[in-house]
């Protein structure tokens, strides 16, 4: 999982991307064309062609074809689970430290 969180979090390392992504999630499962995040975020085609073939590769979005239009979609499933790869141990050193406070007082 360290690689795939690595990947996933890298995809998301920009603003600009960052901005597609939530564009993506506000949209919800239905996803958005690529014209239509292009209206959405005021990027250049080139720009935001560049995005999301970075967040496609670290599999925070995916890309599926509709006739001439391709439909890009938040990756809900991948998102949460990197989402729990980070809360995941969350406090467990501070917990652990007041076990052993509770046990030796």
């Known amino acids: 999982m360290w690689d795939e969180a690595a990947s996933?979090?890298?995809a998301m390392g920009s603003v600009a991307r960052l901005k597609v992504l939530r564009t993506l999630v506000r949209a919800g499962r239905p996803g958005l064309t690529v014209g239509e995040i292009q209206q959405r975020t005021d990027m250049a085609a080139s720009t935001l062609a560049?995005?999301?073939k970075a967040l496609t590769a670290g599999?925070?979005?995916e890309q599926t074809r509709q006739g001439r239009q391709t439909i890009n979609c938040?990756?809900?499933d991948h998102l949460e689970?990197?989402?729990?790869f980070i809360i995941a141990e969350c406090c467990a050193d501070q917990c652990g430290h007041d076990i052993?406070?509770?046990d030796n007082g």
């Open 74 to 76: 938040a990756r809900y």
């Open 59 to 61: 599999g925070v979005i």
């Open 100 to 102: 052993q406070e509770t």
């Open 81 to 84: 689970a990197l989402a729990q």
């Open 8 to 10: 996933g979090f890298a």
């Open 50 to 52: 560049h995005h999301l």
